[in-house]
Each structure stands twice: as C-alpha cells, then as structure tokens.
T-cell receptor, first 111, second 117 residues
C-alpha cells in the first residue's frame, strides 16, 4: 500500500514570499491532517479535514495560512506571506482505525 | 485541554540494556495513547497504541508500553536496545470522551534516544 506523499520535500524562500505544499493521502482515508513541527518540538495540528470539509482549524493562523482539500482527496497548504517563524517541517497525515499515517514532510526554511 | 509531557529531552543507553522513555498525559476524558518514532529526514512512524484492554501494549520492533491510569503515564520500553533504535520518539494522546473529544492528536515535545555500542 502506498503511503502519504508530500511535495516538495524541501523549500527555501525569503520572508514575505508565498509558498504552497501538496499532500496526496492514502487512498480511501477520509481524514487528513496538516501539522507544523518546529525544530526540537512535537508536531502541532494546524487543520483537520474530513473528506473535503474542515473539522478543526482552530490552530491555523488564518491571516496567513490557508488549506483546501478539493474533492476530498489531495490537499494543499499555503502560506502567504511567510514569516521567519514559519520555518518548520510541515507534515501531512491521514487516519484509519485510530492510527495516523504520516508523510515524509516538507522542510520549509524562511530567510 | 489535553496535554502530553515527555520529561526527558534525551535518554542514553548502552546496546543490549533495557530502555525506558517516559510519557505522562492529561485529558478530561478517557485517553487513546500512541507512540511514534522519527528518523532523520523522515516522517513519523507508528510504533504502538493503547485503546482499551490490557495495560501492556506490544508494538513494532520489540517495543512495548504500559498504560498506568492512576499515574497517567504511558512509558515506552524495550528489553534490549539496539543501536538502530537511536531516533526521536514522540508520545501522543487523543481525548476520547472529554471536552476535546475527537480525532485530534496532541504530541509531546519528543525524547531523543541514543543507543551506544
């Protein structure tokens, strides 16, 4: 079974620029999450989707972050404009039977 | 609100010795508890989970964890450590029936395990 795919794996941008991350979940997994993992910390949930609907986005900084999951499959997370403190690994995960499966993440560096 | 504490930033153990990575949690309802491992430049990999039933849970790569409700702990253990076990370990909790019930996982800050030959 294929895992959660994410791209790009690495991204370097300057502050105030925009960036987008893409996630392709495991087929058939209805629940999708985006996490932010700052170096030296545990992952923090940004947003949770159930199919193409948002379940929880209470931790998403909505003034600069946005996410969508069109057709309930792939998802994109966007940051516009980026700040230095957005430097982190952005992890996508899906859920099945109380187990979350994580993608390899996108490492974002904001200069 | 649910929370997880991993009191040790790093655990050092010699190969062949038993290891323990500590985790305590706080939820308003009943918890589902998880351990994940993260190798460099890779995503989190699931190790084991406690949902209900036997307090001793066995998982991947010889790891096990013991759920202790009175101490609100879920320590990760392995009888004999391998050098290849060296990685970052995360404990996570999901509140099943409390105020924050849902699918949301809250992670601890992680513990780096170093196994020396």
């Amino acid at each position: 079974e294929a895992g959660v795919a994410q791209s790009p794996r690495y991204k370097i941008i300057e502050k105030r620029q925009s960036v987008a991350f893409w996630c392709n979940p495991i087929s058939g997994h209805a629940t999708l999450y985006w996490y932010q993992q700052i170096l030296g910390q545990g992952p923090k949930l940004l947003i949770q989707f159930q199919n193409n609907g948002v379940v929880d986005d209470s931790q998403l900084p909505k003034d600069r972050f946005s996410a969508e999951r069109l057709k309930g499959v792939d998802s994109t997370l966007k940051i516009q404009p980026a700040k230095l403190e957005d430097s982190a690994v952005y992890l996508c995960a899906t859920n099945l039977y109380n187990e979350q499966f994580f993608g390899p993440g996108t490492r974002l560096t904001v200069l | 609100a649910q929370s997880v504490a991993q009191p040790e930033d790093q655990v050092n153990v010699a190969e062949g010795n038993p290891l323990t990575v500590k985790c305590t949690y706080s939820v308003s309802g009943n918890p589902y508890l998880f351990w994940y491992v993260q190798y460099p430049n890779r995503g989190l990999q699931f190790l084991l989970k406690y949902i209900t039933g036997d307090n001793l849970v066995k998982g991947s790569y010889g790891f096990e964890a013991e759920f202790n409700k009175s101490q609100t702990s879920f320590h990760l253990k392995k009888p004999s450590a391998l050098v290849s076990d060296s990685a970052l370990y995360f404990c996570a909790v999901r509140d099943v029936e409390g105020d924050n019930a849902g699918n949301m996982l809250t992670f601890g800050g992680g513990t780096r395990l170093m196994v020396k030959p």
